[in-house]
């Protein structure tokens, strides 16, 4: 793909990829106003949408504080939840939503950048270094084992690491659109991430993406996303989309993915919470 077209591609991902779309493993979900309300297993809260107005007009300063009392209020009365993170995206009209959440007790964490580009530039035959092997993960034990790598490199608790987890055998057990996959030297995990294919669009996600310090600049991330790029092509996927820390988003740039985009999580948490 030589002339990208970026508007095109943010539209496309505001039409196709927000919303219902963003929480398929949710084990409720529920409509407040213009929002999506998703509550998951191990206690998380998770709030999208695709923008703040409604038919009655754009949103505005007073109307985004209402609607960030009203999610909290809807969290505080489901006792199961101990977090709940707001999605939002730099490009949104979002009149007053930062200090609304900031405010409310919501604490921003990391911006990241939402690349989208066509899966044939990730889809590459590369060659990984002696000893590093690339596969699919299908036993729980190795989706253990993958879960740990990965908090490990992001820095997470324990409680966080156990909260992921079982948010990931759910799906694993419960779902078929996501797949895991990891990068592997004399058995030991390396790098892993996943796949999530997006029912009824032209996208795939690559998600979670981490590996060990000292087997960065090896291109052993690049061959993972290229095996992942490979698998979205099998099921009919045209495009791949990530959510893309600094240490990802070069690495994605010079595969042609274009940055259409911010997305930045906060994140509040019950006064018994210790974790996300």
Same mark, same amino acid.
């Given at each position: ?24 493993s949710a ?5 407040l ?11 998380r809260?998770? =709030? $999208?949408?695709? *923008?703040l107005? +409604? ?7 007073e109307?985004?504080? #209402? /609607? &960030? ?5 809807h969290?505080r009365?489901?006792?199961? =939840? $101990?977090?709940? *993170?707001?999605? +939002? ?10 200090? #609304? /959440? &900031?405010?409310a007790g ?20 590369l ?8 596969r ?15 908090c ?14 079982e ?7 419960t ?6 996959w ?10 892993a ?44 996927k ?9 240490f ?7 595969s ?21």
């Amino acid at each position: 793909m030589t002339d990208i077209d970026a508007p095109a591609l943010l539209q496309a991902y505001d039409d196709q990829l927000r919303r219902e779309a963003e929480v398929p493993s949710a084990v409720s979900v529920s409509e407040l106003g213009p929002l999506v309300l998703a509550t998951y297993v191990g206690g998380r809260g998770f =709030v $999208t949408y695709r *923008e703040l107005g +409604t038919p009655a007009g754009p949103a505005t300063q007073e109307s985004v504080r #209402a /609607l &960030v009392a009203a999610v909290l209020d809807h969290y505080r009365a489901t006792p199961e =939840v $101990t977090a709940v *993170e707001w999605k +939002t995206r730099g490009h949104d009209h979002a009149p007053g939503l930062h200090d #609304a /959440l &900031v405010d409310a007790g919501f604490e921003a964490d990391e911006t990241e950048s939402v690349m989208i580009g066509d899966a044939a530039l990730l889809a590459l035959d590369l060659e990984l270094p002696d000893g590093v092997t690339v596969r699919e993960v299908r036993d729980e034990s190795d989706v253990r084992a993958m879960v740990d790598m990965q908090c490990q490199v992001f820095g997470d608790d324990p409680a966080e690491t156990e909260a992921h987890y079982e948010e990931i055998i759910h799906r694993f057990r419960t779902r078929t659109d996501m797949e895991l996959w990891v990068a592997e030297e004399a058995g030991t995990i390396v790098s892993a991430g996943r796949l999530e294919a997006v029912e009824g669009t032209d996208f795939a996600g690559i998600w979670g993406g981490a590996t060990r310090p000292e087997y960065r600049g090896r291109g052993i991330y690049r061959a993972l996303t290229a095996a992942r790029a490979r698998s979205a092509i099998a099921q009919g996927k045209k495009w791949i989309n990530s959510d893309s820390t600094e240490f990802s988003r070069p690495i994605l740039e010079r595969s042609g993915l274009v940055k259409v985009s911010t997305t930045t999580p906060y994140v509040w948490k019950s006064a018994s919470s210790t974790t996300l």
